[in-house]
């Protein structure tokens, strides 16, 4: 069994590129989430899909960002035109609905450096 | 307002000790859930335990156990034993909404000495 994996695992990119990263949940897992962790914070909660479904957004996903779940297992989050202030680790999460524990296991993230 | 609050921004503890965390959460909600993860400093978050609002006992997992006091709304991690590979940030948090996303502290940081 695989944990969830993210890619890359580091990224630098001038300010106004677009930049895209990958998720791979845990096989069995239908829950799907994106998290936004910078320096000396806990995560924050992006985003969200139930299996190809996008189901919630935080106000901090601006209209920059974009998180597809196409077929229901992988999902990709794009941000377009990124600012500095986008640099941040970005955390991908995944689980079981009707868990009993509803744990979410993370991957190790995507570090993200906008110059 | 804060809905989970871990007050100790850092912590020294030498080494064969054990430790407590301190947490305190906020909810209206009869149903929740809380959580402790651990991220070392290569940065990814490992989950540690897990206490449902209705689990009568207390978790364990090993040499973790959270103390849980619902009606102080207080769900603190103890380590027993610390070892040097305790060393890094320590997150509570609960989830929260339909969605169950999770919703973090600030997190402690806790050094082990030798």
């Known amino acids: 069994d695989t944990g969830v994996s993210q890619d890359p695992r580091h990224k630098i990119t001038k300010r106004g590129q677009n930049v895209t990263f990958r998720c791979d949940p845990i096989s069995e897992h239908n829950r799907l989430y994106w998290y936004r962790q910078t320096l000396g914070q806990g995560p924050e909660f992006l985003t969200y899909?139930?299996?190809?479904?996008?189901?919630?957004k935080s106000r901090l996903l601006s209209d920059r960002f974009s998180a597809e779940r196409p077929k229901g297992s992988f999902s990709t989050l794009e941000i377009q035109r990124t600012e500095q202030g986008d640099s941040a680790m970005y955390l991908c999460a995944s689980s079981r609905a009707r868990d009993s524990k509803e744990t979410q296991y993370f991957g190790p993230g995507t570090r993200l450096l906008v110059l | 307002a804060q809905k989970i609050t871990q007050t100790q921004p850092g912590m020294f503890v030498q080494e064969k000790e054990a430790v407590t965390l301190d947490c305190t959460y906020d909810t209206s909600d009869q149903s929740y859930g809380l959580f402790w993860y651990k991220q070392p400093s290569s940065g990814e978050m490992i989950f540690l335990i897990y206490q449902g609002s209705y689990d009568e006992q207390n978790a364990t997992e090993g040499r973790y156990s959270l103390n849980f006091q619902k009606a102080r709304k207080s769900a603190n991690l103890v380590i027993s034993a610390s070892q040097l590979g305790d060393s890094a940030m320590y997150f509570c948090?609960?989830?929260?909404?339909?969605?169950?996303?999770?919703?973090f502290g600030k997190g402690t940081r806790l050094h082990i000495l030798p």
């Open positions: 899909f139930q299996n190809e479904a996008q189901l919630e």
């Open positions: 948090a609960m989830r929260e909404g339909p969605g169950d996303k999770i919703i």
